[in-house]
């Protein structure tokens, strides 16, 4: 177990519809990553979040947008979703640092299905 | 622009032997850091062992060791003694300086089939 925790662990949508994922990093890790997991595209990075600020984007749809709450949690909000959003979606954190420095340790991820 | 190449799509290997799963990497920055995930069939992501740019000795994690040759920009995985439980896909990233600190790109993954 990580100590990272995402919920749900599944989730099934139609096409056009808004989801949300969520995400409890580690204790004491203020850094959140997101990242998708599809068998066409492999991990991509989405986005990183410090401390409650972006940090880095990385080829994130302008349909998707992400926040990282004042307790550190994280939420991924996917929109206008379509058959190609499917994937399995990772939240991964890590503190700055550390040893190793900046591992990032992922949380069991959120399997989106749209049809 | 980062890239990490995996060119064995899947490897197998027999119970108690060695195996070692190839990793290549391409970057520009000096400072880097090189880690290996394994991601069995349940599709959790599990942290292996890391190797920084700069650190000297090859890494090691109980069996796990990575072979580093900086000049070859190559970070291969040596897993000793193979047990079943080692079946999965395993992931090569680097982590990136400059101003996407900390961001990973992952290679395409290496499936690996340990037979009894």
């Known amino acids: 177990d990580s100590g990272v925790t995402q919920t749900p662990k599944h989730l099934i949508t139609a096409t056009g519809q808004r989801v949300t994922l969520r995400c409890s990093p580690r204790?004491?890790?203020?850094?959140v990553y997101w990242y998708q997991q599809s068998l066409d595209q492999g991990l991509q990075f989405l986005i990183q979040?410090?401390?409650?600020?972006?940090?880095a984007k990385g080829n994130i749809l302008e349909r998707f947008s992400a926040q990282q709450f004042p307790d550190l949690h994280s939420e991924l909000n996917l929109s206008s979703l379509e058959l190609g959003d499917s994937a399995l979606y990772f939240c991964?954190?890590?503190?700055?640092?550390?040893?190793?420095?900046?591992?990032?340790?992922f949380g069991p991820g959120t399997r989106l299905t749209v049809l | 622009a980062q890239k990490i190449t995996q060119t064995q799509p899947g490897m197998f290997v027999q119970e108690k032997e060695a195996v070692t799963l190839d990793c290549t990497y391409d970057t520009s920055d000096q400072s880097y850091g090189l880690f290996w995930y394994k991601q069995p069939s349940s599709g959790e992501m599990i942290f292996l062992i890391y190797q920084g740019s700069y650190d000297e000795q090859n890494a090691t994690e109980g069996r796990y060791s990575l072979n580093f040759q900086k000049a070859r920009k190559s970070a291969n995985l040596v897993i000793s003694a193979s047990q079943l439980g080692d079946s999965a896909m395993y992931f090569c990233?680097?982590?990136?300086?400059?101003?996407?600190?900390?961001?990973?790109?992952f290679g395409q993954g290496t499936i690996l089939t340990v037979h009894p």
């Open positions: 991964a954190s890590s503190v700055v640092g550390g040893a190793p420095p900046d591992t990032q340790y």
């Open positions: 979040y410090y401390n409650g600020e972006e940090r």
């Open positions: 204790s004491g890790d203020l850094s």
């Open positions: 990233a680097m982590r990136s300086g400059g101003t996407s600190y900390g961001k990973l790109t």
